[in-house]
């Protein structure tokens, strides 16, 4: 399955944006979908996850209350909408998907699909 992140770009310090993630199968339905980013010079880290059953975690203390994860099931697409953006917040953000069914969490050997940049200007 290939995974196709889209959404990102150039925005100033308190913006926003929208990132969405679809499945060339178009079988998010059934797996957690994660979204991950990495910044230039630092490791990749989750941001949130949504498991199959709607169960949500978000992962960076920094983004709770300006990033939300959702799920459009009739799309098979997963959202991160992503509000209040701040400079820190740049990075090259991945999303996820899990290898088996019925899991609510995202690990590194599960599907990953290409990134799409986000900055945040200052």
């Known amino acids: 399955v290939q995974l196709q992140a889209s959404g990102g770009g150039l925005v100033q310090a308190g913006g926003s944006l929208r990132l969405s993630c679809v499945a060339s199968?178009?079988?998010?339905?059934?797996?957690?979908v994660g979204w991950a980013r990495q910044a230039p010079g630092k490791e990749r880290e989750f941001v949130a996850t949504i498991g199959w059953s709607g169960d949500i975690t978000y992962d960076v203390d920094s983004v709770k209350g300006r990033f939300t994860i959702s799920r459009n099931n009739a799309k098979s697409t997963v959202y991160l909408e992503m509000n209040s953006l701040k400079p820190e917040d740049t990075a090259v953000y991945y999303c996820?998907?899990?290898?088996?069914?019925?899991?609510?969490?995202?690990?590194?050997?599960?599907?990953w699909g290409q990134g799409t940049q986000v900055t945040v200007s200052s």
């Open positions: 199968d178009g079988t998010l339905f059934y797996y957690a």
């Open positions: 996820a998907r899990s290898r088996l069914k019925y899991r609510n969490y995202v690990s590194s050997t599960d599907y």
